[in-house]
């Protein structure tokens, strides 16, 4: 099991996390961005900051994400496309969606259901792009 790193598909790793980092910018910034604003207790056209922690913090995050799920994937052996959607809804909601939820239930959340929504459906998506990927790659 510790040896998995030499194991997993660096190459399906890689493609994955950079289409489930350019779907977080084209959800955030072309999509929803007046909703996002909105949950954040923003004006709906409001600018997003433009500091490099809110392109590269979100990028290493969803490498992060990226790597466990192979690690999963590779340590339930998955590989057929239906186990990847399973493996996908576990890791989605049992664990991206629900800390999401989790995070955004404080009193800095003005619309902590409408950001949990936002963000746990791209959260979602993503992960499910990743782990169709794991398979198809790998």
Do not use: E
């Not at 961005?33 to 997003?48: I, K």
């Not at 259901?113 to 499910?128: E, K, M, R």
Request: proline residues 5%.
């Amino acid at each position: 099991m510790f040896d998995v790193l030499t194991q997993i598909n660096w190459i399906a790793v890689l493609i994955g996390w950079l289409v489930y980092t350019a779907l977080g910018g084209v959800w955030f910034a072309v999509i929803v961005p007046g909703a996002y604003n909105v949950s954040l207790g923003r004006t709906r056209d409001a600018q997003p900051a433009k500091a490099p922690i809110y392109i590269i913090g979100p990028a290493v995050c969803t490498l992060a994400i990226t790597i466990a799920t192979a690690i999963l994937a590779h340590a339930l052996t998955i590989d057929a496309y239906g186990d990847a959607l399973i493996l996908a809804l576990i890791v989605g909601v049992g664990y991206l969606v629900a800390n999401t939820t989790n995070i955004a239930i404080n009193p800095n959340f003005p619309r902590p259901l409408l950001y949990s929504l936002l963000s746990g459906v791209w959260n979602l998506v993503g992960i499910t792009i990743v782990c169709v990927l794991i398979v198809a790659i790998g």
